[in-house]
């Protein structure tokens, strides 16, 4: 289990570093950038711990979120995407670095973490900014999920839908759940059903 006192004076250390670069925090291990009225930039973490108690190991996670399509989430599938803080996409940060692969920063209980903390938030700052730009519109979200970048497939089944909703193209979005959802799934058929009523 993951040392909370430990945990909580870490997630202060980020904070500090995080909030001197134009982020927002939501909860303890949730951050955000507004990139304009709709889009939201978002910097989350996965934390692990490999059963040691004096060990926490933290994966960045990068994504964007559209207000619109997981306010619409809620509306039809009952998830609350918006109140949790859920992007519409999102990678963990390593693959954004120049070895394109998972990637954890490691603390160690006791030690001085803000070298590590320094060089994590330069790279999320730095490569999780550059990730936000050409994704900070609609249409940039719609694209990537249309090529399957950043998403996972049962996600992409609800979410692009929404997204050709809010971009004006709501029969697009019909046509894409009539030719991937299995009707006899009962709910995708809800979700077909309340996407119609939108």
């Not at 060990?55 to 964007?64: A, M, R, T």
């Not at 909703?165 to 959802?181: S, V, W």
Request: glycine residues 6%; aromatic residues 12%; contains cysteine.
């Amino acid at each position: 289990m993951v040392d909370s006192v430990f945990k909580k004076e870490l997630f202060e250390l980020i904070k500090r570093n995080l909030l001197k670069n134009s982020l927002k925090k939501k909860k303890q291990t949730v951050f955000y950038k507004e990139l304009n009225e709709k889009i939201l930039g978002t910097v989350s973490f996965g934390i692990s711990n490999y059963g040691r108690s004096n060990i926490i190991c933290l994966n960045p996670v990068i994504g964007v979120m559209s207000k619109d399509v997981e306010n619409l989430m809620e509306k039809t599938t009952g998830l609350s995407t918006l109140k949790d803080f859920m992007p519409t996409i999102s990678t963990p940060l390593g693959y954004l670095l120049l070895d394109k692969s998972y990637k954890e920063w490691e603390f160690e209980k006791g030690k001085d973490h803000s070298q590590i903390v320094a060089e994590m938030v330069g790279k999320i700052t730095t490569n999780g900014f550059s990730f936000f730009t050409g994704r900070d519109t609609l249409k940039g979200v719609i694209l990537e999920v249309e090529k399957d970048n950043f998403i996972l497939q049962p996600s992409k089944l609800y979410k692009l839908p929404l997204l050709y909703y809010c971009n004006g193209e709501k029969e697009k979005g019909l046509d894409f759940i009539n030719r991937n959802m299995t009707p006899d799934n009962i709910p995708y058929q809800t979700f077909k059903d309340k996407y119609k009523e939108l």
